[in-house]
């Protein structure tokens, strides 16, 4: 039984610059979170997603907006990269909003230079 | 606001002893309560949970945490720490009450367990 996927593992990109990560969720699971966690810190949420549909949202811009895919995979998207966006990129995913727990894959290094 | 606290960046502790990783929270409604533990460039991995009943939560590895209402607290503990349990452990909470969806994570404590 497949765990969470996210892909890429390791990611560098410029400043200004627009990246996309990847997740894909536990067999069973509908619905996906990502959470943002910088060095040193917990994750902060960013936002949910079920049904296709976002369903909650942290403290992040709009530069932060995401997707959900008939299949429950997950995309973030990230534009006009700024340094600060440095961080290890975290998928959980769960059933129905967050019943039964919540499964975090390995997470993506995204690195702003 | 709501957030969750745990005041300890580092815990140090002797192969053998037992070991308290200390949270506490400020949420409102009777949350979800998880503690999760990540090694080195790796993702979370969950220990256990708290929903309702029993204060006292048995989770994986020999970790069990106490829920206690009042204090607003819910410690995690294990009788008797491994040198493969250093690793760095984080205590979550759901905002609100039940299952809503969102996690709030405390900053994290460094569990250093020595031969």
């Known amino acids: 039984d497949a765990g969470v996927t996210q892909s890429p593992t390791h990611l560098i990109k410029t400043r200004g610059q627009q990246v996309t990560l990847r997740c894909s969720p536990k067999?069973?699971?509908?619905?996906v979170s990502w959470y943002q966690q910088a060095l040193g810190q917990g994750p902060q949420f960013i936002f949910q997603?079920?049904?296709?549909?976002?369903?909650q949202r942290g403290n992040f811009p709009d530069r932060f907006s995401g997707h959900q895919f008939p299949n429950y995979s997950s995309e973030l998207n990230v534009n006009a990269l700024l340094l600060g966006d440095s961080a290890l990129y975290l998928c959980?995913?769960?059933?129905?909003?967050?019943?039964?727990?919540?499964?975090f894959g390995s997470g993506t290094r995204l690195t702003v230079v | 606001a709501q957030s969750v606290a745990q005041p300890e960046d580092q815990v140090n502790v002797a192969e053998g002893n037992p070991l308290t990783v200390k949270c506490t929270y400020s949420?409102?409604?009777?949350?979800?309560l998880f503690w999760y533990v990540q090694y080195p460039n790796r993702g979370l991995q969950f220990l256990l949970k708290?929903?309702?009943?029993?204060?006292l939560v048995k989770g994986s590895y020999g970790f069990e945490a106490e829920f206690n209402k009042s204090q607003t607290s819910f410690h995690l503990k294990k009788p008797s720490a491994l040198v493969s349990d250093s690793a760095l452990y984080f205590c979550?909470?759901?905002?609100?009450?039940?299952?809503?969806?969102?996690?709030?994570f405390g900053q994290g404590t460094t569990l250093q367990v020595k031969p």
């Open positions: 959980a995913s769960s059933l129905t909003l967050g019943g039964g727990g919540y499964t």
């Open positions: 708290y929903i309702t009943g029993d204060n």
């Open positions: 997603y079920y049904e296709e549909e976002e369903r």
């Open positions: 979550a909470v759901t905002p609100g009450s039940g299952n809503t969806g969102k996690l709030i």
């Open positions: 067999s069973g699971h509908d619905t």
């Open positions: 949420v409102s409604g009777n949350p979800y």
